[in-house]
């Protein structure tokens, strides 16, 4: 297929919809006890509920959302850090337009750029340096945060600023990692998760080999997985044939865009400007080691939490909000017991009611059910 609606055709996807309702009833799952998967990925999430992905599913297979949104998972001390960096007078601060409304402890980066901070949208790392050329007697610190996905282009940012002595560009680095997150949901207490629908920009820059874990060492089959319904709904297939043949692989259902090693010059530019940090901080995961990365000494002049006093404070997320909770998969969003009433779109108090991929914002979005339903089964069963 080279055409997207030829990744929504109906006649298709209703053909997978019957191959997959076959499938489940060979494997023998019920609604009682249904096959859950997780759909790592937040642009995943949004797509299953975009489409009625759900709905054709039967009730004997739960989706689960995973914490694939890197905006979700930025812990409310980082928020704060954002916030001291681009409160400094001498600083223009860029970022992503998704980060500005994820709430701190005190304020979001929009309530402080509406109070005068010099705070910037921005599309990519590259529009950050290009403000660092125009306002030579200001510092410009990017705000760079994302998975696997985003570090290429915030690595070739910084080494196209080398190339050019710019000094006045600076980093906030907060990438994070995938394979260490998958691993710590498969090391929880409260892992239920049968099967992994991988994602597929991640998986376009690492390879599929890092998730080989994941089948070996866990016995959970994954599958790479694009982002047209079709798509989505091939990997779910492919998930519930491997049940079926009692398998666990690293299948590959994405590999028009995905090779088994990865993107390598991407990798290179990673690997030089990047190194794995020990521990970092996630919003509602606590701290994974390893699953981040900071910028290496000999970039030095780059990064931001060296070349600025950074509070770098641990901040607990209010005791009513439960992203943690629906990040692991452990509860869905609306049973969340703030969701639909204190937080919203308008008034989010999670980062997952805030960002573009956020699970709590599709169900807000796409939901099938209204938002009063919701509430109302909620407190129904507590």
């Known amino acids: 297929m080279k055409f997207v609606d030829e990744f929504r055709d109906n006649g298709k996807a209703q053909s997978l919809k019957r ?3 076959a499938l489940a009833e060979r494997i ?17 999430t949004h797509a299953i509920f975009r489409y009625g992905i759900e709905q ?7 989706m689960v959302h995973g914490p694939g949104c890197p905006v979700c998972v930025l812990p409310m001390g980082r928020v ?15 970022t992503f337009g998704d980060a500005m409304r994820v709430p701190g402890s005190r304020k979001s980066l929009l309530q402080a750029k509406a109070e005068g901070a010099d705070i910037r949208m921005v599309y990519s790392p590259l529009d950050a340096l290009t403000l660092a050329r125009k306002n030579p007697d200001r510092e410009v610190i990017f705000f760079g945060l994302g998975f696997e996905t985003t570090m290429p282009s915030t690595a070739l940012t910084v080494l196209q600023a080398e190339k050019e002595g710019i000094r006045n560009f600076s980093l906030f680095c907060n990438h994070i990692t995938t394979v260490p997150t998958v691993k710590a949901i498969l090391d929880s207490p409260d892992m239920r998760i049968d099967g992994f629908l991988a994602p597929g920009h991640v998986s376009m820059v690492i390879g599929a080999r890092p998730f080989d874990f994941v089948a070996r060492d866990y016995d959970r089959p994954i599958v790479i997985t694009g982002f047209e319904p079709l798509d989505i709904l091939q990997s779910i297939w492919m998930l519930l044939k491997q049940f079926a043949e009692g398998r666990s692989e690293v299948e590959n259902q994405y590999a028009r865009i995905v090779p088994p090693d990865g993107n390598r010059a991407a990798l290179e530019a990673i690997s030089k400007v990047f190194e794995i940090r020990e521990f970092f901080e996630w919003r509602g995961l606590g701290s994974i080691d390893h699953s981040g990365v900071r910028i290496r000494k000999a970039y030095a002049d780059y990064d931001a939490e060296r070349k600025f006093a950074v509070p770098n404070l641990k901040i607990a997320d209010p005791k009513s909000c439960q992203c943690g909770e629906v990040i692991k998969g452990v509860i869905k969003p609306w049973e969340c017991k703030i969701f639909g009433t204190a937080c919203t779109p308008e008034t989010p108090m999670g980062a997952l009611m805030v960002s573009s991929e956020g699970a709590c914002a599709a169900y807000f979005s796409y939901g099938s059910v209204s938002i009063d339903e919701l509430v109302a089964k909620r407190e129904a069963g507590s």
């Open 19 to 21: 191959e997959i309702h």
């Open 28 to 44: 023998g799952c019920s609604p009682d006890k249904p096959l859950l998967l997780m759909e790592f990925c937040g642009g995943h």
């Open 56 to 62: 054709m599913l039967p009730k004997s297979i739960e």
């Open 80 to 94: 704060d850090d954002c916030v001291t960096l681009a409160e400094r007078p001498e600083v223009i601060f860029a």
